[in-house]
């Protein structure tokens, strides 16, 4: 009854972290709002970037069209308008090169993001499924050990009480293993071979015989 309690009460310790969020899912949602912040700050890059391409390309528009106006006749006044066009032109191309960089970042983070939400998604779905079974399952195992203690309860009041006191202080020492079974002589508390003579006085022996080597108590079926 005592290996049941202690059986019983780990299953529902582990059925009641079932209930509990699982860390996987608040890892997957961590990563989930990281990606989502980095796409906001590559989205929010990107719009600048644009914006900077757009007003290179207004001013060298604006210049190519003075330059061909007809209106600047002083070919050194011409001369400096087409360097003007000429710097404008690599810089709008130096602008353009840095927003196909931050397109192709903000095309990944989308990509991370997805992935990151169909993982918490995921983690999600089997954490219902499991939390649910779980959230059916706690309050009848709760029942079940409830039960399994009263058992043992009235177990126990039946029991000499120097008895009991000494199967307890046993049962701290030995792992909650205080009594061992004998089966073909061997004690199957540790594993040792009994003499046939310790089994015939272990035999219904009150109080119980004592294990030569382990000094568990020695019930004989
Ligand atoms: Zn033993």
């Known amino acids: 009854m005592d290996l049941r309690l ?5 299953a ?8 509990r ?6 890892a997957a949602r961590q990563q989930a709002a990281a990606a989502e912040q980095q796409l906001t700050g590559g989205r929010t890059a990107l719009a600048a970037a644009e914006l900077d391409v757009a007003a290179v390309a207004a001013k060298k528009q604006e210049v190519h069209t003075r330059l061909y106006s007809g209106r600047v006749t002083v070919p050194r006044e011409l001369a400096a308008l087409e360097a003007e066009e000429e710097a404008l032109a690599r810089k709008q191309g130096e602008l353009e090169e840095h927003q ?3 397109m192709a970042g903000v095309e990944k983070a989308e990509q991370a993001l997805a992935a990151a939400r ?8 089997q954490w219902r499924q499991e939390g649910g079974a779980a959230h ?3 309050p009848l195992l709760e029942v079940a050990l409830e039960s399994l203690k009263q058992q043992r309860q009235e177990a126990a009041a039946s029991i000499d009480a120097a008895l009991l006191a000494s199967y307890e202080r046993l ?23 009994l003499p046939s003579s310790e089994v015939q006085r272990a035999r219904g022996a009150e109080p119980p015989l004592l294990c030569s080597n382990c000094g568990r108590m020695l019930y004989v079926r």
Do not use: I, T, W
Not at 171 to 193: D, I, S, T, W
């Open 12 to 19: 529902l310790d582990a059925e009641r972290a079932k209930m």
């Open 171 to 193: 049962k701290l020492r030995k792992a909650n293993r205080a009594v061992a079974l004998v089966e073909h002589n061997l004690c199957q508390g540790c594993g040792v071979a």
């Open 21 to 26: 969020e699982p860390p996987e899912l608040r």
């Open 118 to 125: 169909r993982e918490a998604e995921e983690q999600l779905a």
């Open 136 to 138: 059916a399952h706690v």
């Open 6 to 10: 202690v059986a019983d009460a780990a």
């Open 100 to 102: 196909l960089e931050l």
